[in-house]
């Protein structure tokens, strides 16, 4: 789905090479001394490089939210490593799309996604670097992140039907039921091409159910199903009773605002649907490797784990149970092809929004 272009560092190999050359003329010219310029050069170097090593206090982050657990994860981050990070948040769509425009000049170290299909296409485009020693990455969920260390999906969600409490007294209990006459135009979904979680679900029902699960996106039209942005700007309305009910609702928004006292809550329809991982990956390009592994180990950490149960998020370690939200083994799941959905999630969109249009 992701399709940059390689990164090219020929300019180092240049430099070297200069620098090669250059010390090789002066060896030659000082004849007796040059064991010594050598010597006093590679110390030179040596001391420069872990200098620099002990003041890159730096890292980058793109990150997809949500904002009050990226904020809380950066602080304990940097309180407990010293290094200051730098943070962009968007949307996955507007992650990608800023880093296609700085790709031939790349800027971000770690990013982090709401889809789990677009942390492959970074992986199959050779832009991440494997970290398979990772701390704790053996107690991820298996199904969520890559073997080889390319990307690990510390948080979840789950995709639901949420609703206003007051409006709808029966809520839904199947994808289905939103096709109904008497919720015609009261229905918002995100706007895939602006939330990954968005084309996760329908990327994931199609891949479960095949070219019939169209059908149900065909109702939805027919329903005046509305595409509202990404997910918040789908969700609002709902809270304020301008709309019913979202489609493809990313469960933990609906979870803080219902704990705010919002009149809003969710079900998740009984034949299935997706669970939405959040993949934090390495890119290869960083210029600050180390920190940004240390990132990753941090996200890992069981004082990380807590702060996604916090935010109303499925941990990404399988040993770590979410305590004021329904858990995995609580919600039915669609049998999606995760590598299907990332092969097809351009054309998926494409036809979702001429469909919609």
């Known amino acids: 789905m992701v399709n940059f272009n390689s990164?090219?560092?020929?300019?180092?190999?240049?430099?070297?090479?200069?620098?090669?050359?250059?010390?090789?003329?002066?060896?030659?010219?000082?004849?007796?001394?040059?064991?010594?310029?050598?010597?006093?050069?590679?110390?030179?170097?040596?001391?420069?490089?872990?200098?620099?090593?002990?003041?890159?206090?730096?890292l980058v982050v793109y990150s997809a939210g949500p904002e009050g657990l990226a904020n809380k994860i950066i602080e304990g981050?940097?309180?407990?490593?010293?290094?200051?990070?730098?943070?962009?948040?968007?949307?996955?769509?507007?992650?990608l799309a800023r880093m296609e425009a700085e790709k031939a000049n790349p800027v971000v170290d770690v990013v982090i996604l709401a889809s789990l299909p677009s942390a492959q296409g970074l992986k199959n485009d050779g832009l991440t670097l494997p970290y398979p020693e990772a701390k704790n990455a053996d107690k991820l969920n298996p199904d969520w992140s890559d073997k080889e260390g390319n990307y690990f999906s510390s948080s979840a969600s789950a995709l639901g039907i949420a609703y206003n409490t007051k409006l709808v007294t029966t809520p839904p209990t199947s994808?289905?039921?939103?096709?109904?006459?008497?919720?015609?135009?009261q229905i918002n979904i995100p706007d895939p091409t602006l939330s990954g979680s968005a084309l996760d679900f329908i990327t994931g029902y199609i891949s479960d159910k095949g070219e019939s699960g169209w059908s149900l996106f065909e109702q939805f039209n027919n329903n005046d199903v509305a595409v509202a942005g990404a997910n918040q700007e789908a969700l609002d309305p709902v809270i304020t009773g301008a709309k019913g009910m979202v489609a493809a609702a990313v469960d933990y928004m609906t979870y803080k605002a219902k704990a705010k006292g919002e009149p809003v809550d969710i079900v998740y329809p009984k034949e299935g649907t997706?669970?939405?991982?959040?993949?934090?990956?390495?890119?290869?390009?960083?210029?600050?490797?180390?920190?940004?592994?240390?990132?990753?180990?941090?996200?890992?950490?069981?004082?990380?784990?807590?702060?996604?149960?916090?935010?109303?998020?499925?941990?990404?370690?399988t040993d770590i149970k979410a305590e004021n939200r329904a858990n995995l083994d609580e919600i039915p799941l669609l049998k999606v092809d995760w590598s299907w959905m990332n092969e097809h999630g351009a054309e998926v969109s494409d036809k979702f929004t001429q469909l919609f249009k």
């Not at 010219?29 to 006093?40: L, Q, R, V």
């Not at 994808?175 to 135009?185: F, I």
């Not at 807590?306 to 990404?316: I, N, R, T, W, Y």
Request: hydrophobic fraction near 35%; glycine fraction near 8%; charged fraction near 20%.
């Open 274 to 317: 997706v669970i939405s991982p959040r993949p934090a990956a390495i890119m290869k390009s960083t210029q600050h490797e180390e920190n940004a592994k240390a990132f990753i180990d941090y996200l890992l950490s069981d004082e990380a784990q807590k702060l996604v149960s916090d935010a109303a998020l499925l941990p990404g370690r």
């Open 175 to 185: 994808w289905e039921d939103l096709t109904k006459p008497e919720y015609k135009g």
């Open 77 to 95: 981050f940097e309180a407990q490593t010293g290094v200051k990070v730098e943070m962009f948040q968007g949307t996955t769509g507007k992650i």
């Open 7 to 58: 990164i090219k560092m020929g300019w180092k190999k240049g430099t070297s090479l200069t620098l090669t050359l250059a010390l090789g003329l002066t060896l030659a010219g000082c004849g007796s001394n040059a064991n010594s310029t050598a010597k006093e050069a590679s110390a030179s170097a040596n001391n420069s490089a872990t200098n620099t090593q002990a003041t890159d206090q730096k």
